[in-house]
Nanobody
Framework: QVQLQESGGGSVQSGGSLTLSCAASEDTRSTYCMAWFRQVPGKEREGVAAISIIYDITNYADSVKGRFTLSRDNTQNTLYLRMVNLQPEDTAMYYC??????????????????WGQGTQVTVPH
């Protein structure tokens, strides 16, 4: 099955920007939905954004709408999450996930069966 590798995390001041990358080991356009989740220690993993590339459908959590944007480089099998105006409450471990087709862009973590190792995003108070 496809393997996922995240990168791009780091520490950024409030109001700053980061772009996370998720490199897939194979072309996921027609066989998977992709998503980003995040988790803070002691809390449930929450969905941030999801995409069905073949149907060109995206879904964003209310907390990130207008600030986070998904994009993809199909030649590199890479999914990006551009994050602007970052706030301390965005601090979390960010995970890339894939859901085998047929799939949906709902942000229910139980639907996603493939996960990367995560990349940390920190926005200090």
């Amino acid at each position: 099955q496809v393997q996922l590798q995240e990168s791009g995390g780091g520490s950024v001041q409030s109001g700053g920007s980061l772009t996370l990358s998720c490199a897939a080991s194979e072309d996921t356009r027609s066989t998977y939905c992709m998503a980003w989740f995040r988790q803070v220690p002691g809390k449930e993993r929450e969905g941030v954004a999801a995409i069905s590339i073949i149907y060109d459908i995206t879904n964003y959590a209310d907390s990130v709408k207008g600030r986070f944007t998904l994009s993809r480089d199909n030649t590199q099998n890479t999914l990006y999450l551009r994050m602007v105006n970052l706030q301390p409450e965005d601090t979390a471990m960010y995970y890339c996930a894939a859901q085998s087709a047929p799939c949906t862009v709902g942000l229910d973590r139980s639907r996603f069966n493939i996960w990367g190792q995560g990349t940390q995003v920190t926005v200090p108070h």
